[in-house]
């Protein structure tokens, strides 16, 4: 089913649904994609389905509208990454466009989302907003990654939230803005000091409720932080995408 396209933009969506099969794996029973975001199974191991999230199209562009919804059910596990990194884009669209994430994990559930990075080309503008919604018991592993600007560029306009919320309360809950016209400083000593690769690591786990990570530096730039909850928080700062990576790779095997 292709995307429905209009005077604003794309509109696309893409839904994931993964159910224990009975036999100790997990089913895709859901695997629904239009236009610009393509989903396809993987080989994957043990008791876990994998999907990877391919790029039809460019984008998104400017007045696109993309949705992506993965729901774990009880005990299924799930690992979601992305064949490519994405790109915003200015379109012929006036507007920004908007790119929601939406994922939920039931009660011994586990999802480890892992796409690539998110690219904010100049003259770009894109709200991107995550909503998480665990269930107690529910394991996750989040990775966001974002680039702003392609080589020798200036970046776009990217504004990002990340809501995470365990048995209906808060876990995490921020929101960041960069490029042109985002609030003063944004680009300062106190937030990006001029670096262009920004990125996340969040690992909820059960143990970490009682065991909680100690907080610690992973360099000059990247920082472990607990939260007030099963969480452990990794924030990191790098001169290109690369270096990000890397650091939060490193941070991902120091947390088992």
Do not use: C
């Not at 709200?127 to 394991?139: E, F, I, M, N, S």
């Not at 020798?152 to 876990?171: Q, Y």
């Not at 400083?185 to 262009?196: K, S």
């Amino acid at each position: 089913m292709a995307g429905a396209v209009g005077m604003a933009g794309v509109r696309a969506v893409a839904r994931i649904g993964a159910r224990p099969d009975g036999r100790g794996g997990t089913a895709l029973p859901t695997l629904e994609s239009q236009g610009p975001l393509a989903l396809r199974r993987t080989r994957a191991s043990g008791s876990e389905a994998k999907v990877m999230l391919v790029g039809a199209m460019s984008g998104p562009l400017g007045g696109d509208h993309f949705t992506v919804t993965a729901d774990v059910a009880d005990g299924a596990s799930l690992h979601v990454g992305s064949a490519a990194a994405t790109i915003a884009l200015p379109g012929q669209a006036k507007g920004e466009a908007r790119y929601d994430v939406r994922l939920s994990v039931g009660e011994d559930g586990e999802l480890r989302w892992l796409p690539e990075q998110l690219i904010s080309a100049n003259g770009s503008e894109l709200y991107l907003t995550t909503r998480v919604d665990l269930a107690p018991g529910a394991r996750l592993t989040l990775r966001e990654e974002q680039v702003l600007g392609r080589a020798n560029e200036e970046p776009g306009r990217l504004t990002s939230r990340l809501t995470v919320l365990l048995d209906g309360r808060p876990l995490l809950d921020q929101e960041l803005s960069s490029g042109p016209g985002a609030p003063g400083g944004w680009d300062g000593p106190a937030v990006l000091a001029g670096h262009r690769a920004l990125g996340q690591l969040l690992v909820v786990r059960p143990q970490f409720a009682r065991h909680p990570v100690e907080p610690r530096l992973l360099g000059p730039y990247a920082a472990l932080t607990p939260l007030a909850g099963p969480g452990a928080l990794v924030t990191a700062l790098a001169p290109d995408a690369l270096h990000l990576r890397r650091t939060l790779d490193e941070a991902l095997r120091s947390l088992g």
